[in-house]
């Protein structure tokens, strides 16, 4: 090494300097990347957890949604059941008391086409035919209902299903972003690697040429 000049001497420490701040301005640099990337990763993976979480939460008030219509339909068409027995007991009672009725005028010889028997026997159809008449209505009413009921809940099922299929779209895209950052802060590490190989290089040049000359 004593052969080394001045100049030879100032070339080394500025090769060295140079190669260790080269090294320490890309180490810097590429930390604060990889930090951020690594942030950015984990900031997408965890919005593809809550919106897959809000997609099965969806999918399961859907399935709800669906079991509730099944019971509300099942109820109604009890209801209707139960409108239907009615009027055929409505019918049944009116034949019963017309009968009841015509048999007795018969016996008695009372000329049902005019008079008091005409009068009992068309106030019973009448009653009848409005008995008929409210028990039609009601059951409008009932299927009425039935179908605003499952109009209801298929509109909110399907309300359901959009937004979980929406939700699961966007945890797919999620995921995509979260391993696209992560490479990034693979690719960063290599490149901090090669960078900071590449300044030490520079460096272990310089002495390696001191050395040389020293020889």
Excluded: C, H, P
Aim: aromatic fraction near 8%; glycine fraction near 10%.
């Amino acid at each position: 090494m004593g052969n080394m000049s001045s100049t030879d001497w100032a070339a080394l420490g500025a090769g060295t300097t140079s190669g260790a701040s080269s090294f320490l301005t890309s180490f810097t640099a590429q930390q604060s990347a990889n930090t951020s990337a690594l942030s950015q990763s984990l900031s997408a993976g965890l919005a593809g957890s809550q919106v897959l979480a809000a997609a099965s939460t969806a999918e399961a008030n859907a399935a709800l949604t669906a079991s509730q219509a099944k019971i509300a339909a099942v109820q109604s068409e009890a209801k209707i059941a139960e409108n239907d027995r009615q009027r055929s007991m409505l019918t049944r009672l009116y034949k019963q008391t017309q009968g009841a009725a015509t048999a007795t005028f018969a016996a008695g010889n009372v000329d049902i086409s005019t008079g008091s028997a005409l009068a009992s026997l068309t106030g019973n159809a009448t009653r009848y035919a409005s008995d008929l008449a409210t028990n039609s209505y009601n059951k409008a009413i009932l299927q009425y209902e039935s179908g605003v009921t499952q109009n209801s809940y298929g509109l909110q099922a399907g309300m359901y299903n959009i937004n979980a299929t929406y939700d699961r779209s966007m945890s797919s895209y999620y995921n995509v972003l979260s391993d696209y950052y992560s490479s990034t802060v693979k690719g960063l590490g290599e490149t901090l690697l090669t960078s900071g190989l590449s300044g030490l290089g520079s460096g272990a040049s310089a002495v390696s040429l001191a050395y040389a000359k020293g020889r």
